[in-house]
């Protein structure tokens, strides 16, 4: 079991910037694929971005460059760094963890195994 625990969401205008962190307890984080997800009222959810293993490879939903995605396995976290910030990005940001012995990255929501309970970004105009 690996317990997940967001942090770094708030009221930010649009143009700022967040950091969202995630802490993992219970079990080796390293072994773990890690990820974010978000999910905007009425609409399902969606893949924001991901990270191998050893942080080595991630992967974004978005090729635009706004999000950055890291990991510090000797802190167990994972960060979300959102620069850029539109109203469209007003959502509950998800972490997500996959027990994995790959390098891979995964981007659909069936391939997690342990969700964090979410924290709220909200982007004004």
């Known amino acids: 079991q690996v317990q997940l625990v967001e942090s770094g969401g708030g009221l930010v205008q649009a143009g700022g910037s967040l950091r969202l962190s995630c802490a993992a307890s219970g079990r080796t984080f390293s072994n773990y694929a890690m990820g974010w997800f978000r999910q905007a009222p009425g609409k399902e959810r969606e893949f924001v971005a991901g990270i191998s293993r050893s942080g080595g490879s991630t992967y974004y939903a978005d090729s635009k460059g706004r999000f950055t995605i890291s990991r510090e396995n000797a802190k167990n976290e994972v960060y979300l760094e959102m620069n850029s910030l539109k109203p469209e990005d007003t959502a509950v940001y998800y972490c997500?963890?996959?027990?994995?012995?790959?390098?891979?990255?995964?981007?659909?929501?069936?391939?997690?195994?342990?969700w964090g309970q979410g924290t709220q970004v909200t982007v004004s105009s």
């Open positions: 997500v963890a996959r027990s994995t012995y790959s390098s891979n990255i995964y981007y659909r929501t069936s391939e997690y195994d342990y």
